[in-house]
């Protein structure tokens, strides 16, 4: 399995930005789909993103279309989810994940790896 570390989250305002980062290491990256859920105190965990190890494919949660962009570096062994436009409702912890098949994407019982977390709030 590919181990994961998630980063960059913090406080920001109603309408600001925050780009997350989520490091592999272990395995080769490239190998792996990757995904971004997020679980806010006393909801289950939720899908935001996915993208496939190639770069070339990605499929977004329709609360967050528009507004987020997930993209990854295979060279760098790194992902990212930049944030925009962000909402108060969109405070929570961020998990970035992996799994080896492009498919199933919203379902976190499906991905093999998964980071610590990051907190991300968004003050209104």
């Known amino acids: 399995q590919v181990q994961l570390a998630e980063s960059g989250g913090g406080l920001v305002q109603a309408g600001g930005s925050l780009r997350l980062s989520c490091a592999a290491s272990?395995?080769?990256?490239?190998?792996?789909?990757m995904g971004w859920f997020r679980q806010a105190p006393g909801k289950e965990r939720e899908y935001v993103a996915a993208?496939?190890?190639?770069?070339?494919?990605?499929n977004y949660a329709d609360s967050v279309r528009g507004r987020f962009t997930i993209s990854r570096d295979n060279a760098k062994n790194t992902g990212y989810l930049q944030m925009n436009s962000l909402k108060p409702d969109d405070t929570a912890v961020y998990y970035c994940?992996?799994?080896?098949?492009?498919?199933?994407?919203?379902?976190?019982?499906?991905?093999?790896?998964w980071g610590q977390g990051t907190q991300v709030t968004v003050s209104s």
């Open positions: 994940a992996a799994k080896t098949i492009y498919a199933l994407l919203s379902r976190p019982n499906t991905y093999d790896s």
């Open positions: 272990g395995r080769t990256f490239s190998g792996y789909a």
């Open positions: 993208i496939r190890w190639s770069g070339d494919l990605a």
